[in-house]
């Protein structure tokens, strides 16, 4: 890895720094051999790499702004992008939460009542033939230890499959009330 980090912008300067350097030690070399023509030309030099260094001073410049703009348009697009992604989240935990409003408010108070009264095998029996959403409806309704005698009535894989969808829901529900994420 090397020591010192250049970037493109820095370079430009560096060698004019370095050509006026050389120059300069060149004229001190020559004004103590004391050479008045010597001294002309490397004056001459120096002042050829002053003009050199002031007339490609708006290149290096333009080309440092054009850089940056390059650079300014990557993020910019990277961040749309990721505009993009979030908006797509937002939509599906949107219609996770709609989709669990309408299962809830497939099961009525009253029919979540009657459940609700059965005896836990019976109220079992009778949800293994409803459909799933409907069946999660009213569990979610229910009172926790009532729904949880009657799952345990039901066979393990189907109180497995009920239970999953349940804490989906709750959790797709905890999510977007974390968000702050309306209708």
Not at 46 to 51: P, S, T, Y
Not at 170 to 176: D, E, P, S, Y
């Given at each position: 890895m090397p020591l010192l980090k250049l970037s493109k912008k820095?370079?430009?300067?560096?060698?004019?720094?370095?050509?006026?350097?050389?120059?300069?030690?060149?004229?001190?070399?020559?004004?103590?051999?004391?050479?008045?023509?010597?001294?002309?030309?490397?004056?001459?030099?120096?002042?050829?790499?002053?003009?050199?260094?002031?007339?490609?001073?708006?290149?290096s410049a333009d080309a440092r702004i054009a850089w940056q703009m390059r650079a300014l348009f990557d993020v910019e697009h990277q961040m749309k992008a990721k505009i993009a992604v979030l908006d797509a989240k937002v939509a599906e935990l949107r219609s996770w939460v709609k989709r669990r409003d309408e299962i809830l408010q497939r099961a009525e108070g009253h029919v979540v009542e009657i459940y609700a009264n059965m005896r836990p095998d019976a109220a079992a029996l009778q949800l293994t033939s409803l459909d799933d959403e409907t069946a999660i409806s009213i569990l979610l309704q229910m009172k926790a230890r009532k729904a949880s005698s009657v799952l345990a009535e039901l066979s393990s894989e189907r109180a497995a499959y009920l239970?999953?969808?349940?804490?989906?829901?709750?959790?797709?529900?905890?999510?977007?009330?974390?968000?702050?994420?309306?209708?």
């Open positions: 820095k370079i430009l300067p560096l060698k004019c720094a370095a050509v006026s350097l050389g120059l300069c030690i060149s004229v001190a070399n020559v004004q103590a051999q004391s050479n008045s023509d010597e001294v002309d030309d490397l004056e001459a030099a120096i002042e050829l790499a002053k003009n050199y260094c002031e007339a490609i001073a708006d290149q239970t999953d969808l349940m804490a989906e829901f709750t959790a797709r529900k905890a999510a977007q009330q974390n968000l702050g994420v309306s209708q």
